[in-house]
């Protein structure tokens, strides 16, 4: 946990496969002025490229899976989480708290 009440947390997401490779890093970016328009900071990406998925998500076999290392307040995982459902890019997220 860091002195300013902000805590570590890992957000995984897949975003639709029908995003073009060219228009990929603007949707990183959308991901991330989302994080930090939430109070957050983002600390590193890793972008995993696009992967088979486990099964169909709305119609789509494949997704691009991307890893954020962020710092977020807890009490604003909610309001996040409430933006990236809504997001048309996102087929599934997952914030987990980092470090156990």
């Known amino acids: 946990?860091?002195?300013?009440?902000l805590?570590?947390?890992?957000?995984?997401v897949i975003l639709r496969p029908d995003?073009?490779?060219?228009?990929v890093p603007a949707s990183l970016e959308r991901l991330q002025e989302s994080v930090t328009g939430h109070g957050g900071e983002v600390v590193d990406v890793n972008h995993w490229g696009r992967r088979r998925?486990?099964?169909?998500?709305?119609?789509?076999?494949?997704?691009?899976?991307?890893?954020?290392?962020?710092?977020?307040?807890p009490s604003r995982i909610g309001e996040l989480e409430?933006?990236?459902?809504?997001?048309?890019?996102v087929l599934r997220h997952l914030?987990?708290?980092a470090g156990g």
Not at 67 to 73: A, F, S, W, Y
Request: hydrophobic share 45%; aromatic share 6%.
């Open 95 to 97: 914030v987990v708290k």
């Open 7 to 12: 805590r570590d947390y890992e957000l995984v």
């Open 82 to 89: 409430s933006a990236l459902r809504i997001s048309e890019e």
């Open 53 to 73: 998925l486990a099964y169909p998500i709305r119609s789509h076999l494949d997704g691009n899976y991307v890893l954020h290392q962020v710092r977020l307040d």
């Open 1 to 5: 946990m860091v002195a300013n009440g």
């Open 19 to 23: 995003i073009a490779e060219d228009a």
